[in-house]
């Protein structure tokens, strides 16, 4: 089991870049899919990353390919979420999660941080 805590959101402007840290406790951390996940108002929750146990493989929903990388440090219990040339269309409340499974489907998350929001201005 491990709790999430989401940390780097913020107000910027569109094109900016933005850093989104998720560091969890638990000695398991490396046990899991890491994922990315984000809410806009009034929309359901939507897929935007997942990173495999090792990093050595990632997957991103079409909207945000070529300009979201995450990335994850065992040795640190973190994943990242690097967001360049941010759009308004990105403004949300984002969320990481871990996974048994790679899986971009949220009903197989079982842990959930509580959201960092992210707002772009145009």
């Known amino acids: 089991q491990i709790q999430l805590v989401e940390s780097g959101g913020g107000l910027v402007q569109a094109g900016d870049s933005l850093r989104l840290s998720c560091a969890a406790s638990g000695r398991t951390f490396n046990s899991y899919v890491m994922g990315w996940f984000r809410q806009a108002p009034g929309k359901e929750r939507e897929f935007v990353a997942y990173i495999y146990r090792s990093g050595a493989f990632t997957n991103y929903a079409d909207s945000v390919k070529a300009r979201f990388t995450i990335s994850r440090d065992n040795a640190k219990n973190t994943v990242y979420l690097q967001m360049n040339s941010l759009k308004p269309e990105d403004t949300a409340v984002y969320y990481c999660?871990?996974?048994?499974?790679?899986?971009?489907?949220?009903?197989?998350?079982?842990?959930w941080g509580q959201g960092t929001q992210v707002t772009v201005s145009s």
């Open positions: 999660a871990g996974s048994n499974i790679a899986t971009t489907a949220i009903k197989n998350y079982n842990y």
